[in-house]
């Protein structure tokens, strides 16, 4: 079973519509991030979160720790936001830095 | 705005031969990180490198590999003897652990080096 999975796998949507990218694991963790990967292959950190909500221009993301579940927003979602959104947790293991990624969700926005 | 490099951005070699990938992390960082991606799968961790050592591995990472931090800003991963499976993007990242309150830090990926094993 792996131990971070998103939904969907894959989203495509018409310009301005509302995203939302779900992840869940079955992990104890210390921090969440929410990554972007391009199809040239790059991968951008967009958020890291241990709790709570955190927002950035049109990007929010939220967790809940005791659900072990996360959610990516997209408001007014434009044609450069699509890439692959992947979701990666940190588990909680003493000195651990490593992440351990979803399988990732390729969002499409059509213009 | 300081930004992790990798080199090559895309290497070719034969199966069996030695391969090293080269990173520049962030200057200031210290902790750093090998990651891969076979074409079309998950990023999956392979190593990660603080205080000189490697602090964590994962089960990829076999004797085959091994890493290096030569000079001080270079880090280098090392693949012995490669083999057709070892095809995928290699990832480097870096972070900032230690010099602030906060235990967990964000880390900034490189570009990505594309090995091709023939």
């Known amino acids: 079973k792996n131990e971070v999975e998103q939904s969907p796998q894959n989203l495509t949507a018409q310009e301005g519509e509302f995203i939302t990218i779900n992840c869940s694991y079955s992990v104890g963790i210390s921090a969440l991030h929410w990554l972007q990967q391009h199809p040239g292959g790059g991968i951008v950190s967009l958020f890291m979160?241990?709790?709570g909500k955190k927002k950035h221009g049109r990007l929010i993301a939220t967790i809940n720790i005791q659900e072990k579940h996360s959610s990516l927003h997209i408001t007014a979602s434009h044609p450069r936001d699509s890439a692959v959104y992947i979701c990666a947790v940190q588990p909680i293991i003493q000195g651990a830095q490593k992440l351990v990624f979803g399988q990732g969700t390729r969002l499409t926005i059509n213009p | 705005e300081p930004e992790v490099t990798q080199t090559p951005s895309h290497q070719v070699t034969q199966m069996g031969q030695e391969v090293i990938l080269r990173c520049v992390p962030i200057s200031n960082h210290l902790y750093f990180y090998w990651y891969r991606q076979i074409l079309g799968q998950k990023v999956e961790f392979l190593v990660s490198f603080y205080n000189n050592e490697i602090s964590e591995k994962s089960e990829i990472f076999d004797d085959q590999f091994s890493v290096e931090r030569p000079d001080g800003s270079n880090f280098t991963l090392k693949i012995r003897s490669t083999k057709l499976e070892d095809s995928a993007m290699y990832f480097c990242a870096s972070s900032d652990w230690g010099n602030t309150p906060s235990f967990f830090h964000e880390q900034y990926f490189g570009p990505g080096t594309r090995l091709t094993v023939t």
């Open positions: 979160l241990s709790s």
